[in-house]
């Protein structure tokens, strides 16, 4: 039986996370991103949304930097709820901040660089440079406005969120 694009995205989103252990991604889930969702469990969503979007648009993309680049997008280790100098005006300042946690822990590809450091586009001004950063801004605020809303509870959605075991 062959998998489908959904099970082969669950499984590289899988081997992924794996290699991440030693980092301090799961660090991310102290820190609240939108509505009661935490980072860790947006950057997740966003990887599937990314690679969801990437398959129904019948894309080519490197599918490891697609996930490594949506994991590592709001790789910030600060509540940016709480009022703080270091992180005023959070929206415009956190890709680069991301940019830097994510290589100082990790060997990042030119494509996945630019995929943090632009996925705020248009809110910073530089658009992504590969098609793996446009389906980055997509599944960002996709997932962002779904959080905001908080429709994460919904049957559909929930699956995205879920840290472990396929998509539904």
């Not at 705020?120 to 605020?141: I, Q, S, V």
């Not at 509870?153 to 396929?166: C, H, L, P, T």
Request: with cysteine.
């Amino acid at each position: 039986m062959m998998n489908t694009p959904i099970q082969d995205n669950e499984t590289v989103l899988q081997q992924i996370l794996s290699s991440c252990e030693a980092s301090r991604l799961l660090e991310t889930k102290q820190f609240m991103q939108h509505g009661d969702t935490n980072v860790y469990e947006h950057c997740i969503a966003v990887a599937r949304v990314s690679c969801l979007l990437a398959d129904k648009m019948g894309l080519s993309v490197d599918r490891e930097s697609l996930i490594r680049g949506a994991l590592l997008h709001d790789y910030f280790f600060y509540d940016w709820h709480v009022p703080d100098p270091g992180h005023r005006l959070h929206g415009f300042t956190h890709p680069k901040r991301a940019l830097q946690n994510a290589m100082d822990d990790f060997a990042l590809t030119t494509v996945e660089q630019d995929m943090i450091l632009r996925h705020m586009f248009p809110l910073t001004p530089t658009p992504p440079r590969f098609r793996e950063g446009w389906l980055l801004c997509l599944a960002d605020k996709f997932c962002s406005t779904l959080e905001t809303a908080r429709f994460t509870q919904n049957s559909f959605v929930r699956g995205f969120y879920a840290s472990e075991g396929e998509m539904q």
